[in-house]
């Protein structure tokens, strides 16, 4: 297996990448980023140097070079994270979202499906496959009752959404036309190390260490399904190898919790008194809950979430209070220049070509 994770050096992308490095039927892991604000290659130090890892300064949005790295290390697997994710951003700026989210959905799959479908006829299915990771927000928002299914309509509320429930239709619409060997799963609400401060647990953790207040939308009763990143990996590893083909799944922490007690597990977890939280206007269409019907995905591969929120929390909130210069740096801007610091040579430059392959 050469397998490509992409936005491996972002919050899921580097978890995952430390999850499955070592498995035994991975040749080469080729992590693919453009290192926008979001991916921090600290992240993933302590495997940096590691005989089957390498790393590829790349934008999903240029078509040439995703192809030229895809056929380099003459990939067979791709677990594709490389997103625009964060629902904020996707309000005031939306059109970064489609370009990355869309368009380099779309060049990864095209380059994917040039490179193996190329092969004789059946050889892809048996040894190739795309696994694009999604996210439950293409359902929309529910009521208070219910939940959603593999089989739910898609709803995309903002602009995030509607650019991920796209992609998941480009790469569903593949395995229907051209027999492309693809799997869809759509995830909740993750959290762990390593997670950008802009999310909702960081960024309360964040607050709440230095004694700040906590920015909370609305009443804060929206309701969101929580998973710890590491079941998320979990997840995603066994269905990239024993998933089928053309499948979607869903996958999901089975824990839903208001915003407001989320936040209020963090203030009494660091002592911190409750009148710091700060209930600010409302996000634009801001969905009221989240929940996933996991139950294709326990019974097809027997996976259910490990992870108890309360430890996971716990030890989330630790591993910011171990990690305080990760936190400085990200929130200064400072881990901006890792990149530069520690991979970019001399001889190499990046000014009027595909980036070049650091390895």
Not at 114 to 126: F, V
Not at 279 to 284: E, G, I, N, P, W
Not at 315 to 328: F, G, K, M, R, V
Request: glycine fraction near 8%; include cysteine; aromatic fraction near 10%.
């Amino acid at each position: 297996m050469n397998l490509l994770v992409t936005g491996g050096a972002g919050f899921i992308g580097s978890n995952l990448i430390h999850h499955i490095i070592e498995r035994p039927e991975i040749t080469r892991l080729v992590n693919l980023d453009c290192l926008t604000y979001a991916g921090h290659l600290i992240n993933l130090e302590k495997i940096s140097s590691h005989p089957k890892y390498v790393f590829e300064k790349v934008d999903l949005r240029d078509k040439q070079a995703v192809w030229e790295t895809l056929q380099r290390h003459a990939i067979t697997h791709v677990m594709h994270l490389a997103a625009e994710s964060h629902v904020d951003r996707s309000i005031t700026g939306p059109g970064d979202f489609v370009h990355t989210n869309v368009v380099g959905t779309f060049n990864l799959l095209e380059g994917c499906r040039a490179l193996w479908l190329q092969q004789p006829t059946g050889t892809a299915r048996q040894s190739t496959r795309f696994h694009h990771i999604s996210t439950d927000e293409v359902y929309g928002s529910l009521g208070a009752q219910g939940k959603f299914t593999e089989s739910s309509p898609l709803d995309p509320t903002s602009p995030y959404a509607a650019s991920k429930a796209a992609s998941d239709l480009f790469v569903l619409s593949a395995v229907k036309t051209h027999g492309f060997p693809a799997i869809v799963t759509r995830c909740t609400n993750n959290y762990g190390p390593f997670q950008f401060p802009e999310k909702f647990v960081p960024l309360m953790i964040a607050q709440a260490l230095a004694g700040l207040p906590l920015p909370v939308y609305g009443d804060g009763r929206n309701v969101r399904d929580w998973i710890h990143v590491q079941d998320h990996c979990l997840a995603i590893d066994l269905i990239l190898r024993k998933g089928k083909e053309g499948e979607v799944y869903n996958i999901g922490g089975e824990c839903e919790l208001e915003n407001i007690t989320v936040a209020r597990k963090i203030l009494s977890a660091l002592r911190q008194p409750e009148t710091l939280l700060k209930f600010v206007t409302d996000r634009l269409a801001h969905d009221r809950r989240y929940a996933l019907d996991c139950s294709k995905l326990k019974a097809a591969l027997g996976w259910s979430p490990a992870w108890d929120f309360e430890r996971g929390l716990q030890e989330t909130i630790q591993w910011y209070q171990a990690n305080t210069s990760w936190l400085e740096e990200v929130r200064s801007g400072e881990y901006q220049r890792y990149f530069e610091r520690h991979y970019l040579r001399r001889e190499e430059t990046f000014a009027g070509k595909s980036p070049a392959r650091l390895e």
